[in-house]
């Protein structure tokens, strides 16, 4: 945070010690991403939806999962944090239910520049071995994944390219390493579903998001100065892309267009699921996120667990 004078620092410690509940930095809220992480760390619970056509089988099995994260806060600038799922998996006359895998994280907010609508964070992810269920192939070695998160507003622009102030930024980058060079999965290939053993490569998952803040269509912010309120309560048009890159395979990438719809204690958003490749899948599917921001709606999460 870059401190113009004491007046202005203690401004931006009063706004920073209400907003924690949320991905802001300044007049920029970040909306909760649904295919990759964001530079968000907060209290949280989450639901994501998805009806995708996956590449297996030829393009021909249908995923429906349902998958939870939970995070907390230990302090004001880190979170640990919990996800998981179920998949309902159907390919011609075959469907099967079961669990996806268990992950266990930790995360840190460690830059933030509210005058410049600027976050970074990182993370380490611990993935569970055989926390995923067999029935539906999602039992998997252990892995860690360490990541890096990062968000940009354009909100700070000077005058003579103000059309711009609405358009945000967010990226992530994973490397993930599997501790175990092989899992058993399942392939359903010839009409029919059997048991092989399949490599677990070391995969790189990237992702960016374009979103466009409707606030900044008012006059209700001033550039370079912070606002009254939290930029909440608006709806946020964007396009997320996502990709996973195996090493040694090909990579796979959705391009998703939705809205999120921010409120003080909820976040709701809608997507489409498009493939940008074969290995992608076929057919667009859609994806549904409800994101609730606990420290607004549970009395005992006022506080990080060790303080501030």
Do not use: C
């Not at 295919?35 to 939806?49: G, R």
Request: aromatic fraction near 10%.
């Amino acid at each position: 945070m870059r401190l113009r004078s004491i007046a202005l620092a203690a401004g931006l410690a009063v706004f920073a010690s209400g907003a924690q509940a949320h991905a802001i930095a300044g007049n920029r809220f970040f909306p909760g991403t649904t295919t990759f992480d964001d530079p968000a760390v907060a209290d949280e619970f989450q639901v994501i939806y998805d009806d995708v056509r996956t590449p297996l089988g030829d393009g021909k099995v249908t995923d429906r999962t349902g998958d939870f994260a939970f995070a907390r806060l230990l302090t004001d600038r880190i979170a640990i944090g919990v996800e998981s799922g179920v998949v309902e998996r159907s390919w011609a006359s075959v469907k099967q239910t079961g669990a996806l895998g268990t992950s266990v994280n930790i995360k840190t907010n460690f830059y933030r520049d509210d005058l410049n609508e600027t976050l970074f964070a990182t993370s380490l992810t611990y993935s569970i071995a055989n926390s995923g269920s067999d029935r539906v192939g999602t039992r998997t070695p252990s892995s860690l994944q360490p990541a890096l998160f990062a968000g940009q507003g354009l909100g700070n622009l000077p005058e003579s390219v103000a059309f711009l102030r609405p358009l945000g930024f967010v990226g992530a980058a994973a490397l993930e390493f599997p501790l175990r060079g092989s899992a058993e999965t399942l392939d359903y290939s010839d009409g029919r579903t059997v048991a092989v053993t399949e490599r677990t490569p070391v995969t790189l998952h990237t992702g960016f998001a374009i979103e466009y803040s409707t606030l900044y269509l008012t006059e209700r912010f001033v550039p370079g100065k912070l606002p009254d309120e939290e930029p909440l309560f608006q709806v946020i048009p964007l396009v997320e892309f996502a990709f996973d890159s195996p090493q040694g395979e090909k990579t796979r990438g959705t391009v998703n267009p939705g809205l999120s719809y921010i409120h003080d204690e909820w976040q709701v958003s809608a997507e489409a699921v498009v493939p940008l490749t074969r290995e992608s899948g076929r057919g667009t599917g859609f994806r549904l996120q409800f994101l609730m921001f606990l420290d607004q709606i549970v009395p005992g999460f006022a506080e990080p667990l060790l303080g501030r």
